[in-house]
T-cell receptor, first 112, second 116 residues
């Protein structure tokens, strides 16, 4: 089984809809991140969390919110989706001593 | 200013040849980490190699090596003996400590195409 899972893997929704992307990890890591990837822009940080009570905004948090329900679960919500939120979304985890982040498989979101 | 710069949007290499993907970075931290990830067309992000700022030797992982030139602030990825399966997007990333927390910053990527 994958260590970092994301659901759904693909989603098509309409402008104005609320949508939640979920991330779960079995690696026991305390730090979790949400990124979005757009063509030509690389990965940009939306939100990150270092434990259940710690939530921090990244560089592009407007229009997004997150919830850290447990150490293993970190959800990203789009309260009212808009077409320019169409992107590939990645969840990632790590620890303070790790040499890398571990990425989920990504969620491809299309907002019509 | 860009923290991570990958100046090659696309690269071609002949199968079995070596290729170097460029990455320069900008940080005022003394302690930082540099990473390379591979993203095949299927979309997942695959960790390839890591170099710590205090590591004196260049990191190597199989056919991947990281050419770390600290004074020039460059962290180029070298892929030896390219294979068709190496065709993918490659991202350089840096972990730095900002406001007491660690953040990862990614470059815009280089698309590598290996030719048969």
């Amino acid at each position: 089984d994958a260590d970092v899972t994301q659901t759904p893997r693909n989603r098509i929704t309409k402008t104005g809809k609320r949508i939640m992307l979920e991330c779960s990890q079995t690696k026991g890591h305390d730090r979790m991140y949400w990124y979005r990837q757009d063509p030509g822009l690389g990965l940009r940080l939306i939100y990150y969390s270092f434990d259940v009570k710690d939530i921090n905004k990244g560089e592009i948090s407007d229009g997004y919110s997150v919830s850290r329900q447990a150490q293993a679960k970190f959800s990203l919500s789009l309260e009212s989706a808009i077409p320019n939120q169409t992107a590939l979304y990645f969840c990632a985890t790590t620890t303070g001593s790790a040499d890398t982040q571990y990425f989920g498989p990504g969620t491809r979101l299309t907002v019509l | 200013a860009q923290k991570i710069t990958q100046t090659q949007p696309g690269m071609f290499v002949q199968e079995k040849e070596a290729v170097t993907l460029d990455c320069t970075y900008d940080t005022s931290d003394q302690s930082y980490g540099l990473f390379w990830y591979k993203q095949p067309s299927s979309g997942e992000m695959i960790f390839l190699i890591y170099q710590g700022s205090y590591d004196e030797q260049n990191a190597t992982e199989g056919r991947y090596s990281l050419n770390f030139q600290k004074a020039r602030k460059s962290a180029n990825l070298v892929i030896s003996a390219s294979q068709l399966g190496d065709s993918a997007m490659y991202f350089c990333a840096m972990r730095e400590r900002t406001s007491g927390t660690y953040k990862y910053i990614f470059g815009t990527g280089t698309r590598l195409k290996v030719l048969a």
